[in-house]
């Protein structure tokens, strides 16, 4: 038998910038305001919680601040040519759209894309590095009617 614990959307939020590749109309630079929920799934420790919640809530408003106010690039995209300075980050795209940002304005992500189905699972893996013994579902809301979910096992 085991116990859930739910931190909820409104409770954590990051607001980001990023583009995907073309021909998507998300391929334009734009932002998003994203919300947090997640679940963790685990029999109840000798406390008798699932997990610490204030603990949890803080753990994810971490994750978050590190993406928040940031153009979020995907390191890994095959689609995408990077190169940084000292102080800069320039990013040429396969239909050669050429970006240049300040390296503080950055988050470069271990991700093919930043679509939100894949920065759910990037929260998830972050999340799952303090609480490797609990089952974590990660939903990312990009939009009132848009929610991506990563469900770990
Ligand atoms: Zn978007």
Redesign the pocket.
């Known amino acids: 038998m085991s116990y859930k614990a739910i931190v909820n959307a409104t409770q954590v939020k990051f607001s980001a910038s ?1 583009f ?1 590749k073309e021909p998507f109309q ?1 391929s334009k630079l ?1 932002g ?1 305001n994203y919300y947090v929920s997640v679940e963790v799934e685990a029999p109840l420790d000798e406390n008798y919680f699932v997990v610490d919640f204030i603990e949890l809530k803080e753990k994810i408003k971490t994750i978050a601040e590190t993406l928040d106010h940031r153009v979020l690039i995907p390191k890994l995209s095959r689609d995408l040519t990077i190169s940084e300075t000292l102080e800069s980050i320039e990013v040429v795209t396969n239909t050669n759209k050429r970006y240049v940002f300040p390296k503080t304005d950055v988050k470069l992500l271990p991700l093919p894309e930043t679509t939100s189905e894949l920065l759910a699972k990037y929260v998830h893996d972050k999340l799952k590095e303090i609480y490797s013994d609990k089952k974590i579902t990660v939903k990312l809301e ?1 939009s009132k009617s848009t929610t991506a979910v990563y469900k770990g096992d």
């Open positions: 990023h995907l998300c734009h998003h990009e």
